[in-house]
């Protein structure tokens, strides 16, 4: 147990006055694909503006929008040429106050991508810093020279996050150039003040245009260790909560190291400058809980306000996995810090094909997800079932399909994860005319549309009770109307959980409910008697049997 007494002083469950970010719910909208209105076949800003209602009606409040500002599209906005303006494809800057404006004038929230560890290596700062090794910005970046005889060996033995190489070499300098992720994205050197503080003058930026926070973009890289000390070998590929791995070797030196967790509180005090209201900070971590918990907090400071979670996106669909999950998740964020609730990103599969496309799993897992104490994540597109759109490597327009093209498809196509995120990223179904409505007729969608498009997408969804699309709606109605679930205590009622059934009390004063999930293809005693039922995802079921994978929100007496 990490957490020392009050972190997020004077804050707890009970107080009615618990901030708004922690009762939240979060809708991610990856924009390319979101809604285009400029027949150009990618989605901008002023689509988000006109489905606002559609995000608002569903009951969430807080949406987080990819990167929208200046950018070569290479890593399609993770690589910023200017933090400053927004990419034309995207709109303009009175297109975004006008989002943020209608955002707010429906009590919502606007959080956006914020990539603070690199830029494109088209930034004007890092041309200057590549030119020379005595230009004013020479040290903005991170450069080593390399070793051997004739200097053309890199510093150590470091790979990036995305499975490259960490070093590429800068003939100019003569000297190598460091990147946690792609070649063309260059970390920013964070031991050099004059970058932190440029970084948090953007940050100011947008936060004086009124956006309430921000997803910090891989913020687990954002310090490397100075001595460069090389990185153990690992058995594993890829990396899991456990550890930071990839290809085998474990990213410990240049991942996750302690000023990191500093950071987080001096990040913390710049967004803390904003008070009405308050702002959020998300960031991005793989690793071990226990270990990124401490970018919420570390010595004796408060930092990141929450941190996007992995562990769930991979977790086997098993009722005792779901229960460690949950221990593990309240021994590391207990209140008055908050975990965070998350099955897909732009990054991962899609939900709907790791459940192997069962509309009833999808159904339980998100009564899972909107019932659990924490923040919950919604990838646009996974509330009516989007599935993975199969796109071979080679057509892969992701620049980490372009770099795995040599791998061979039978892998990918075998395999749960996605190596070309373009899967992921396909348009948003908004109904079955050209396109699914996410463009006009006549252009052309910047990544496939999913074929089955007539039978899933979102005008279809809304006619049938018993859809997807009007399941999350309830659960998230029921959410936001009951406080127990959005800010009661987490109790696991372990003497009711077997193999196949996970249950859960939350309590908030006197109410008290029960969640009981059938995460089983077998009928299961429901041994809850003198019990409300307020929702369940198979509304024909029988009052004593929950049905195969079922799932029931419960009121008990007074607690
Ligand atoms: C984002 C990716 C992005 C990478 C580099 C990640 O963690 O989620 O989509 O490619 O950071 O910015």
Redesign the pocket.
């Known amino acids: 147990m990490v957490i020392p007494a009050n972190p997020e002083k004077s804050v707890s469950s009970h107080d009615s006055g618990m901030e708004w970010w922690k009762k939240t719910t979060v809708y991610q909208i990856y924009l390319r694909s979101f809604f285009d209105t400029n027949a150009d076949g990618i989605g901008d800003i002023q689509g988000i503006i006109e489905k606002l209602d559609y995000l608002k009606d569903l009951g969430y409040e807080t949406l987080w929008i990819s990167p929208f500002t200046q950018s070569p599209q290479r ?1 399609f906005g ?1 690589d910023i040429s200017d933090y400053h303006s927004i990419s034309p494809q995207y709109g303009d800057m009175e297109t975004f106050e006008k989002l943020v404006q209608e955002v707010h004038s429906r009590n919502m929230k606007l959080v956006f991508d914020l ?1 603070l560890n ?1 830029t494109s290596n088209e930034h004007s700062w890092f041309k200057e810093s590549a030119s020379s090794r005595n230009n004013p910005k020479a040290d903005w970046y991170i450069w080593k020279d390399g070793k051997g005889r004739n200097g053309m060996t890199p510093p150590n033995n470091w790979r990036a996050m995305a499975g490259n190489r960490a070093w590429t070499y800068y003939p100019e300098r003569r000297q190598f150039n460091y990147t946690a ?1 792609l070649p063309f ?1 260059p970390d920013l050197n964070y031991h050099n003040p004059e970058v932190k503080q440029t970084m948090f003058d953007v940050a100011r930026f947008w936060l004086n245009k009124g956006v309430d926070g921000f997803r910090l ?2 913020i687990s890289a954002i310090y490397e260790d100075p001595e460069l000390c090389r990185n153990p070998a690992s058995f594993r590929i890829t990396p899991s909560d456990k550890s930071l791995t990839i290809f085998f070797q474990n990213l410990k030196n240049n991942f996750l190291q302690a000023k990191s967790f500093e950071f987080a509180t001096e990040l913390r005090s710049v967004i803390d400058e904003f008070d009405h209201p308050k702002r959020v900070l998300i960031g ?1 971590s793989h690793g071990n809980e226990e270990l990124i918990s401490q970018f919420c907090y570390s010595n004796g400071k408060n930092g990141l306000n929450a941190i996007f979670l992995f562990k769930a996106i991979s977790m086997p669909f098993k009722a005792e996995k779901y229960r460690e999950m949950l221990m593990t998740f309240e021994k590391h964020f207990p209140e008055p810090l908050i975990p965070t609730l998350v099955f897909a ?3 991962r599969t899609r939900i709907i094909t790791r459940l192997g496309g069962s509309i009833e799993k999808a159904k339980l897992l998100a009564l899972f997800q909107f019932t659990c104490r924490g923040i919950p994540f919604t990838y646009f597109g996974d509330e009516i079932g989007i599935p993975r759109v199969r796109i071979p490597l080679r057509q892969g327009k992701d620049a980490i399909a372009i770099q795995h093209k040599w791998v061979p498809q039978f892998l990918v196509d075998n395999s749960v994860e996605i190596l070309n ?1 373009d899967e992921c990223r396909t348009p948003m179904l908004w109904n079955e005319k050209a396109n699914a409505g996410f463009c006009t007729d006549s252009a052309e969608p910047w990544l496939p549309v999913a074929k089955n498009f007539k039978e899933i997408n979102v005008e279809k969804q809304r006619g049938e009770p018993h859809s997807l699309l009007n399941f999350y709606k309830k659960v998230i109605h029921l959410r936001n109307e009951t406080p127990a679930l959005h800010q009661g205590s987490l109790e696991i009622a372990h003497d009711l959980c077997t193999k196949r059934i996970l249950a859960y009390y939350r309590v908030y004063q006197a109410e008290k409910y029960m969640v009981m999930l059938n995460m089983s293809n077998s009928r299961a005693i429901n041994p809850m008697k003198d019990v409300e039922l307020l929702l369940s995802t198979h509304p024909q079921g029988e009052a004593h049997r929950l049905q195969p994978f079922e799932g029931r929100v419960m009121k008990l007496g007074s607690a």
């Open positions: 890593d993770y990539v690199h992720f994205q973009d891989i991005e990103n732009h990054d995120r």
